[in-house]
């Protein structure tokens, strides 16, 4: 079984910086893309950042020149450099692992359970 493992959440004021971080465990022989995606109170899950095995990264508007994602292949994990965050950003953010390969499956996505970042003014 996989597992996706966030952590770096918390709290911060605005214009501060995290760094979230999430491992994937199990029997993994490959991941295709790994990514972050928020869902703030009352709203739909949005994508945040992904990136694939190749390093092509791809960014929701809203982050772009504040936000970096990057990954470790050889740890199955990927993290997400905030910075210059506003209180906008306040919302549960949950890792994903696209497209996972283990010893049983192909193909399958994983979600984390989510870590939450809040930002104050």
């Known amino acids: 079984q996989v597992q996706l493992v966030e952590s770096g959440g918390g709290l911060v004021q605005a214009g501060g910086s995290l760094r979230l971080s999430c491992a994937a465990s199990?029997?993994?022989?490959?991941?295709?893309?790994m990514g972050w995606y928020r869902q703030a109170p009352g709203k739909q899950r949005e994508l945040v950042a992904t990136i694939t095995s190749g390093g092509s990264t791809n960014y929701a508007d809203s982050v772009k020149g504040r936000f970096t994602i990057s990954r470790d292949n050889a740890k199955n994990t990927v993290y997400l450099q905030m910075n210059s965050l506003k209180p906008e950003a306040t919302a549960v953010y949950y890792c994903?692992?696209?497209?996972?390969?283990?010893?049983?499956?192909?193909?399958?996505?994983?979600w984390g359970q989510g870590t939450q970042v809040t930002v104050y003014s």
């Open positions: 199990g029997t993994i022989f490959s991941i295709n893309a």
């Open positions: 994903n692992a696209a497209g996972v390969t283990t010893m049983i499956y192909a193909n399958l996505d994983y």
